[in-house]
């Protein structure tokens, strides 16, 4: 069965980069994406970017686009997403999720359980 | 980027209850909507896209209607397991953008 299982929480200081990843199983890697969306606490759902494990093509946020990478590695089904330089509100549970292109965009099917990022001095 | 207004931000109601949950985007986007279901502590599950697609597995008792700027999420007789946070999520255009949710609690 699909499964994607994400690596554990994290405190960092303000100005460090944190690492999240995403173990896939399951199913085809490279004909789905891995998309990033994040949740602050009692708040709501905001979509980051997304990596097409085909190709390795990143979909960033706009928002994120000068401090987030996301790779993918085809060969262990791992996917991971790197944030730098970070913030007191980048505190959030992490979330990776199967994307499904259905042309224009993208629906997301499948999630991890989150990683829970926690930035504070 | 495109808004996604959902309403009412809570709803109390019980179970039996139909209830429904609008999204307005703030602009079309023909049908390109998806609704999740969210529950405390846990991550989102998809059901319904491409406005009424039911996802796999998801009850018959949730529906999905709606077109180009408007759309509805209907839960045609509430269950103990719906009491969750509903989101909607636009995907005509990127940035995906979520709504606000919507709080499904007991009354």
């Known amino acids: 069965q699909v499964q994607l299982v994400q690596s554990g929480g994290e405190v960092k200081k303000p100005g460090a980069t944190v690492k999240v990843s995403c173990k896939a199983s399951g199913y085809i890697l490279n004909n789905y994406g891995i998309d990033w969306v994040r949740q602050a606490p009692g708040q709501g759902l905001e979509w980051m970017g997304g990596i097409s494990a085909f190709n390795g093509n990143t979909n960033y946020a706009q928002k994120f686009q000068d401090r987030v990478t996301m790779t993918t590695d085809t060969s262990t089904g791992m996917v991971s997403m790197e944030l730098r330089s970070l913030r007191s509100d980048d505190t959030a549970v992490y979330y990776c999720?199967?994307?499904?292109?259905?042309?224009?965009?993208?629906?997301?099917?499948?999630w991890g359980q989150g990683t829970l990022v926690t930035v504070s001095s | 980027d495109i808004q996604l207004t959902q309403s009412p931000s809570t709803l109390s109601a019980s179970v039996g209850d139909r209830v429904t949950i609008t999204c307005r985007a703030s602009?079309?986007?023909?049908?390109?909507l998806a609704w999740y279901q969210q529950k405390p502590g846990k991550a989102p599950k998809l059901l319904i896209y491409k406005a009424s697609t039911l996802e796999n597995g998801v009850p018959p008792r949730f529906s999905g209607s709606g077109s180009g700027t408007e759309f509805t999420l209907a839960i045609s007789s509430l269950q103990p397991d719906d009491f969750a946070t509903y989101y909607c999520q636009q995907y005509k255009t990127y940035p995906l953008t979520f709504g606000g949710g919507t709080k499904v609690e007991i009354k």
């Open positions: 999720a199967r994307g499904v292109v259905v042309v224009p965009g993208v629906i997301l099917d499948f």
């Open positions: 602009q079309s986007i023909t049908y390109w």
